[in-house]
């Protein structure tokens, strides 16, 4: 009654839309009945081995890809669920299973490989635009605001002369005007 675990490793199946991938199923059970499976059935381990074989080429074959890729838990379910229908006759109760591995061959890897570098590339390319939209936008929001506002205008102007006098050794300032005009008048360049 001890429960034991099988794996059914790298069984070569072919999807649906044929492509040719490896799949290792692994699946628990344990045995209800010693003495009829040591009196009837000869070898129920090959047998269960075989019956999830042909369950996993059942549901590979019947499905795409995408949707094997998409679904390994509805794989999983299938195929233990196939089990358990063949397990009473075997004398055995499955306790669980699932799919272990899926593995692609070379070139269908390489190719997903490069859809997903491609796909993520898109999705960081949507994201830059965006954040470019949203600057744009707030510096257009700023510029009407200091279109509307004098006052604004003149403080984004201080703000522009400090944070480049604060880059500068020194400044020579002549009377005559105001000092902010004439500070405006040498970032302008007009002497």
Known sequence: ?????????????????????????????????????ALEINDFKEQLHVAAQLALRD????????????????????VTGRLREKAEKLFVEIIDGGVKDIILPGEIRDIMNTVLVAQKRAQASVITRREEVASTRSLLNTAKLMDENRTLYKLKELESIERICSNVGSISLSGGSDLLTQLAGLLQGEK
């Open 1 to 37: 009654t001890r429960l034991t675990s099988m794996t059914v490793t790298g069984q070569e199946l072919l999807t649906q839309d044929k492509v040719s991938l490896r799949i290792s199923y692994v699946y628990s059970y344990r045995i209800t009945d010693y003495v009829r499976i």
């Open 59 to 78: 549901y590979v074959g019947m499905h795409l890809l995408d949707e094997i890729l998409e679904s390994k838990e509805e794989l999983s379910d299938y």
